[in-house]
């Protein structure tokens, strides 16, 4: 770097991340406006970057999100030739474990209560994982281990020497009749926004396991409904769920099916930990940038526009 870089963070950032920072100048929480004019970085939360913020960021060439999605940034705000990355590196290990405690679970009948349930055997079934990030593939990692036929469903492949079969995006509708399990790994974009359809659940095995750990809007609401009450013997798992009224809400009727089960987006943060994994993540994310000119888990823009 032949000048100090100036970063803004919304929020307050744990020692870690100001140590990969360091020889950056960071402003953290408030800043005046001629310093959020040097900026040239933004660490932030998609969801909550303040209005007005990026029109003052004369300078600003990337922004680092500490979240892994970011469909909650207004992108008819994020200015011409600005950078904007992902931290989706981040959250692998604890929302793939998240997402395999869901799908053992309803297999297993945990959800159920009060009544008999018959388990489901998931060694030598076939496991669809539709988004092969670093997520997905960690989920599709987890079902080799106990014998699982992995197929993945997804635009790229992070690794994709852990899926058996590899197929993209417009072959879903097929690759879904396949399954015994499917686990969708999604981010929330333009073309995958419903893309779970009614249609396509009714498609899948009786007997199938859905598991979502990516957006709740890739899966269409009404229809989710509908095929729960049609197909007693397929189970539903979520850990996300449906914005309304400009956030996440909890509040769905499919609490009040015998084949659905969910957590409340608690996949992401284990307990015992806390925020300074991410936040550090995104730091060492800032520095690779501007020291390289390259980052991890850029996106683009128009799948969001």
């Known amino acids: 770097m032949s000048t100090r870089v100036a970063v803004y963070a919304t929020d ?13 100048e960071v402003m953290v929480g ?10 040239q970085a933004l660490i932030c939360w998609p969801h909550s970057v ?13 922004i680092q999100a500490m979240s892994a999605g970011v469909d ?6 994020l200015p011409a030739g600005v950078q904007l990355f992902s931290n989706a590196g981040a959250f692998t290990q604890s929302v793939a474990e998240h997402a395999w405690g869901l799908l053992l679970g309803v297999a297993k009948g945990v959800h159920i209560r009060g009544q008999r349930s018959t388990p489901r055997r998931l060694r030598g079934k076939t496991l669809v994982v539709v988004g092969a990030g670093s997520i997905g593939s960690e989920v599709a990692r987890l079902g080799r281990s106990i014998g699982m036929k992995t197929v993945g469903v997804s635009r790229s492949f992070a690794s994709p020497d852990v899926f058996d079969e590899k197929a993209p995006m417009s072959s879903l509708a097929q690759k879904v009749k396949e399954a015994d399990a ?32 990516g ?5 269409n609401e009404d229809g989710l409904l509908r095929w729960l009450r ?13 914005v309304k009224g ?35 993540a995104a730091a060492a994310n800032v520095r690779r940038f501007f020291e390289t000119g390259r980052a991890r888990n850029l996106v683009d823009p128009t799948e969001y526009l």
């Open 12 to 24: 307050a950032l744990p020692p870690r991340a100001m140590e990969a920072l360091e020889g950056f």
């Open 30 to 39: 408030q800043a005046d406006d001629a310093s959020l004019g040097r900026c």
């Open 50 to 62: 303040p209005a007005g913020l990026l029109e003052k960021m004369k300078g600003l060439r990337m």
């Open 72 to 77: 909650g940034l207004d992108f008819s705000s």
């Open 182 to 213: 499917i686990v969708m790994a999604l981010p929330l974009t333009k073309s995958t926004r419903g893309v779970v359809s009614y249609d396509l659940l009714m498609s899948t095995k009786e007997s199938v396991i859905v598991v979502n750990v």
């Open 215 to 219: 957006r709740g809007e890739s899966v």
């Open 230 to 242: 049609a197909r007693p013997e397929s189970r539903f798992a979520t850990d996300v769920f449906w």
């Open 246 to 280: 400009g956030r996440e809400s909890f509040e769905t009727a499919a609490w009040e099916l015998p084949n659905f089960a969910g957590t409340l987006h608690i996949s992401a943060v284990p307990l015992g930990e806390d925020l300074s994994g991410m936040k550090e």
